[in-house]
């Protein structure tokens, strides 16, 4: 892919220099990560201190440890992905996350030049990982029934995220109106029937959107649906069954995430001493104060690296089915 001067969440730039323009992942923690757009004269503020961008603009990399003014703290300026956007969005609906992202672009067998339906839009966090997935040459059709979703959609993809010409965000109710889509401006046919390549359904009553996908879908088409009770599945695959799609097969994605963390034999032998247990203190990761910080670095020096699991383990999301049209 070419370079370009701004970067989005899907262009990738050799010169990894920060511009103005850039769309930048502060990450503060894991569990704080903000998306700034860069521009002159603005300032980012935090518990840190002030960060102006003037002082990061054609000065800091992308991966760059940077610290506040004050030095009273550091943040890591990243490069836009999938993966952080879904966790730093500003989230509008319920969403979907990348243990059963993942499992969409996979089984859906998403690759570059393919053209997708997608409803309804929600917060747009699948959106970006399918249009990621099949640019440049490709096209996500995505359908909202809330209007103040789909603009806001329309302006977070065609805007900061640089999807202009990658995705068709359409205001619908796709239950009562399917997925056939004309330009009116142009008079230019969109969406036709047959036309489409994988269709995916998050929505109440999908049952009554799977005739209208097994319309647009291509022969060999793939739809999925994901429905977060059983209930919602059942009538879903009778549906699909009736109306003609083959190979239907449901999933639920349970993933289990485990933390690196620095642990320190100081804090340890500390803690042995003063109350004879060996309770381990974590050093902390991700950012953190100027001089506690590299205090904290010298003692990781010391310590040992280990895998723990999450305690707050991520459970049930949905169910997600996929069927194929023959
Ligand atoms: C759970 S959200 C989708 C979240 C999305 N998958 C994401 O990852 O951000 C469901 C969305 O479907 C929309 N919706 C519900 N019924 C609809 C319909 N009949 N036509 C179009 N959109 C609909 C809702 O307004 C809502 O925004």
């Known amino acids: 892919m070419e370079a370009t001067t701004q970067s989005s969440i899907y262009t990738y730039k050799r010169d990894n220099l920060i511009k103005e323009g850039d769309l930048v992942f502060v990450y503060e923690s894991a569990d704080s990560i903000k998306q700034i757009t860069m521009k002159r004269g603005a300032i980012y503020n935090n518990k840190f201190g002030q960060f102006p961008h003037n002082e990061i603009i054609d000065q800091a990399e992308f991966g760059q440890k940077v610290y506040s003014k004050q030095m009273k703290g550091w943040v890591y300026m990243l490069r836009p992905t999938s993966h952080v956007y879904t966790n730093s969005l500003a989230q509008r609906t319920q969403i979907l996350y990348t243990p059963d992202i993942s499992q969409v672009l996979f089984r859906l067998e998403l690759k570059p030049g393919l053209r997708v339906v997608e409803s309804g839009t929600g917060s747009g966090s699948l959106s970006t990982s399918i249009i ?85 879908l291509r022969k060999q088409g793939r739809l999925c649906n994901f429905s977060p009770c059983i209930e919602q599945v059942q009538k879903a695959v009778e549906q699909m069954a009736h109306v003609g799609f083959y190979e239907i097969r449901t999933f639920e994605t349970l993933s289990r995430d485990y933390i690196t963390s620095h642990l320190t034999f100081e804090s340890i032998n500390k803690k042995t001493e003063e109350e004879g247990d060996a309770e381990v203190k974590e050093a902390g990761a991700g950012a953190g104060a100027g001089a506690g910080g590299r205090r904290q670095q010298k003692q990781r020096e010391k310590g040992m690296v280990a895998e723990l699991p999450r305690a707050d383990i991520r459970g049930h999301t949905g169910y997600l089915t996929f069927a194929i049209k023959f």
């Open 132 to 216: 990621r997935q099949i640019l440049p040459q490709g096209h996500l059709f995505t359908y909202e029934f809330n209007a103040v979703r789909a603009e806001k959609a329309r302006e977070d993809f065609e805007g900061k995220l640089g999807f202009k010409g990658l995705v068709t965000v359409t205001h619908r109710d796709v239950l009562s109106n399917g997925f056939l889509l004309k330009d009116e401006e142009s008079d230019t046919i969109l969406v036709s029937e047959n036309s489409i390549d994988a269709v995916f359904l998050d929505l109440p009553r999908p049952q009554d959107a799977v005739e209208h996908a097994y319309k647009v």
